[in-house]
């Protein structure tokens, strides 16, 4: 079984700021971890992807994410907060033997002020 | 034009009624998936098909079918709809032939479905 817990479900930031969305995740299976963005009235977006290589993965826009499987970890981060950063992001597991399913967070909806 | 269709993109309908969603991907991707998204729990996964001839239940299947016509082609059916079936649907597809077991997935737009 997997599961994972996005910590805060809405998150507010002022522009040029960092901004930090967390994720954990649980899973019996090495996991590979993504974060998708979903903007208004869009489909979603992958941003970034884990799967067992380096730690710290670098995805588009700037953002950034770092797996620590001690702390059973992946959250995402960017340095400077832009106003098309407002959007909703998953963090998504996907582990096992079958390897086909994705399991969804319950998604972040990040607010940016300007 | 997008590789992951969805039609239509916003539909109401009553409920009792039948109602087909349909997904078609230009990507030649093997693995097709039809997801719902409500407030606040993310995406559920309700069917998923490995190629033509595999379909498979997800966490919440109850009260719908699939069918996958062609590679290229999944469509979700809600044979009697229900108020509690509005919600934002989502296809996806995933390359595993390439990809691996782990790849990411690639989203369709998404249909807005209100039951009333």
């Known amino acids: 079984a997997q599961s994972v817990t996005q910590l805060d479900s809405h998150v507010s930031v002022s522009e040029g700021t960092p901004v930090l969305l967390r994720c954990n995740y649980s899973s019996s299976y090495s996991p590979s971890l993504f974060w998708y963005v979903q903007h208004p009235n869009k489909g979603l977006q992958l941003l970034l992807k884990y799967t067992s290589a380096a730690t710290l993965v670098k995805g588009i826009n700037g953002f950034e994410a770092e797996f620590k499987k001690s702390e059973t970890s992946f959250h995402l981060t960017k340095p400077s907060a832009h106003m098309s950063d407002a959007a909703e992001y998953f963090c998504?597991?996907?582990?096992?033997?079958?390897?086909?399913?994705?399991?969804f967070g319950g998604g972040t909806r990040v607010l940016v002020k300007p | 034009d997008a590789d992951v269709t969805q039609t239509p993109r916003n539909r109401i309908t009553k409920t009792g009624k039948r109602i087909m969603l349909e997904c078609s991907q230009t990507?030649?991707?093997?693995?097709m998936y039809w997801y719902r998204q409500d407030p606040g729990l993310g995406l559920r996964l309700i069917y998923y098909s490995f190629d033509v001839k595999d379909i498979n239940k997800g966490e919440i299947s109850d009260g719908y079918s699939v069918s996958r016509q062609a590679q290229a082609k999944f469509s979700l059916s809600l044979e009697s709809a229900i108020p509690n079936q509005t919600a934002l649907y989502f296809c996806?597809?995933?390359?595993?032939?390439?990809?691996?077991?782990?790849?990411?997935?690639?989203f369709g737009q998404g249909t807005r479905l209100t039951v009333v």
């Open positions: 998504v597991v996907k582990a096992g033997a079958a390897g086909n399913k994705l399991t």
């Open positions: 990507k030649g991707h093997d693995r």
């Open positions: 996806a597809t995933s390359d595993t032939r390439t990809g691996g077991m782990n790849t990411e997935a690639f």
